[in-house]
């Protein structure tokens, strides 16, 4: 099984441990994984910003780096949701349907693909509140939305279940954007440090030492809240947890 | 028209504590007590699927089904007015009234007479106009738009309500609890709608096979306003037809639910006929509907029940209040409404999001909320109505994310930014995430670097 790797342009700038952490955990299982050293961005920020002609070079340089093989993975939910939901300003031609088909955000080609259940090697004796990102959530469909009436499933924690230790907390509101939002995040920036204020707060108020999650803007957003608050609250995604880390 | 600034006004908004605080809170409880009416019943999925099938059918055969509420309305005596815009709205609406002598209007609630800014038109012409519903009056009488679609009054606190009637009715405006507030609206309200000549609602659903409209109401102001006076004026969006009676069994069952999380609203009415020695009229306004129904992207807008579930959701609009997006309708759904009336007007308005999809989920109608604001922004930056900081800034980003080289510079720094500036320089003024949040830490080396020193190992 020949898999790409796919790190976003901010986990390469700002938070290399994850993209280390996806790394090592897909070839723990067993997979033969490939870096495209000319990778850059999905296109996201120009594409959700309406910027379609703009987005167009980036969006084909991403077909040209990862076609050919057969799963593109990626740590990161609203990116995957981009390739394959919106990754329209590039020419549609064979290629780019294949990367757009093939490319996995991370929990759901652990959870789907390589079907595990087991993380031996993982223990996180911590109390954790789960941040499930509306790209996983309500565009990637990795677990049930509050407002829909359906069964319950969630595949985060169907993995994370498996970690030695781990505790969870409910939060208020487990399903509410945190308002990192792309661009969203200095064009709004009052409503989208609010959201995240009240995200951080909802989270510490049950006790969460750590809030996990599979994005790591969102994480990134509400850790720039947390901190500046000092309200103590740690931020780890779930590549690091699944692949063994301790704190 | 000016650009409407969501950001600045939001802001604003953020920045009152109280306000802020008691609305997102009070929001939030409409939508938990929607998704526990909701839990109790079993097949809500497939009422919504059904709604959406309803209306899509419905609007695809629009025109018939209009010919068939008309011949049927005008067999039960109403009479009907059609109008093709806000202005010939109000022009009918005058005439009925001036025909008649009519000095005084009482009516309840309806988005589309605030669409077409009948108020205004009616006092400029010597026509009295009383908004019967309590939170629709409070903001008459402060002069402001309603913030919202089913609670117009939401983004203002008791006290701010004691404050406008103590003003307009000479209430004591230390007197803030809500029975007495209710109570004074009530006191002065009441002799109006004897005194009124000629009472208006709007309509939530029209049904072609019978020509009858249903208004749902909790105040019961509408039944009040149409059949106290001898003249009964229905304002009645096009969008607003459904084809049979039975449709009302799916449409009733999701709109309170929706909206505010109760089984029903307190008064269902159903509109047949005038009565005995009343005059019955429907105007059917059309005011930008038919266009947007040519829309291929956005003609699904037109299945919008005005439950306001979308706005109770929405993370943003209750952050934000509804008067912040300086239109008549507010939230996800003025997202994409507003836009097809004024373009650059509102402009901004699907940029006041984050795409977080809550709002398609509890839309009853299925509308695809979240995907029309995405879609709006490409039309949006193709007419060239960005600003032009973003449009340069997009530029840019699209020229270094599409070159490996000038993207590993432009990597290299912000990494030493981050890592050397001093703070000082790091949050100045012009870095606004900075400005309540503190930026991420740089790390040793990229992904990348890291990746290539483990590959020489």
Known sequence: M????????????????????????????????????DQTCCGQPMGNSGCEKEAAATEELFVR?????????????????????????????HQARAVRAHTYELVEFLHDVLEVREFPWAEFPHRVGLHNSCGTLRALRTAKMSEIEEPFFSKPLALLKHVKGIEFITPDRPDECCGFGGTFCVTEAAVSARMGIDKVRDHQRHGAEYIVSADSSCLMHQKGCSDRLSLGLKFIHIAQILNGARA | MKRVDHAAKAEKFVGDTKHIEFHDKRLWELRTSRDTEVHGIPEWEELRSLASAIKGHTLTHLADYLEEFERNAVANGVVVHWAKDAEEHNRIVHQILSERGA????????????????????????????????????????????????????????????KVFAKTIGTDPNESSIPALAEAQRQVTRPLILKADAGMTGCNFAVAETGGITVCTNEGNADLSANVPPLHIASIGIEKLIPKLEHLGVFIRMLSRSALGSPITQYTSHFRG???????????????????LAMDDFWYSLKCIRCGACMNTCPVYRRSSGLSYGGVYAGPIGAIINPTFDLKKYSLLPFASTLNGSCTNVCP?????????YKWRQIVAEKRELPFVKQSAMKVAGQVLSSPKLFRAAVEVADTAVAKLPRAVLYNPLNVWGKQRELPEAPKQTFRDWFLERSKK
Not at chain 1, 3 to 20: K, Q, Y
Not at chain 2, 365 to 373: A, D, R
């Open chain 2, 103 to 162: 000095k005084l209007l009482v009516k309840s609630k309806s988005m589309l007479t605030e669409e077409c800014e009948m108020r205004p038109y009616l006092e400029a012409r010597g026509i009295t106009v009383v908004e019967t519903d309590l939170g629709e009056q409070i903001q008459q009488r402060d002069n402001e738009m309603p913030s919202h679609i089913v609670v117009p009054a939401v983004h203002k606190l008791a006290t701010d309500v004691a």
């Open chain 1, 65 to 93: 780096n990862f076609q050919g093989y057969d799963f593109v993975v990626s740590p990161s939910g609203s990116c995957v949701h981009h390739v394959r939901d919106h990754l329209t300003a590039c020419e549609q031609s």
């Open chain 2, 365 to 373: 109608v299925k509308i695809n909320i979240h995907e029309q604001i």
């Open chain 2, 274 to 292: 005038p009565r005995a020695g009343g005059e019955l009229h429907y105007v059917l306004v059309d005011n930008g509907r038919s266009a947007r």
């Open chain 1, 2 to 37: 020949k898999v790409a790797l796919f790190v976003p342009c901010f986990i390469n700038a700002f938070s290399p441990e994850v993209g280390i952490a996806t790394l090592e955990l897909l070839e723990k299982l067993g997979c033969e994984v490939d870096y495209p050293l």
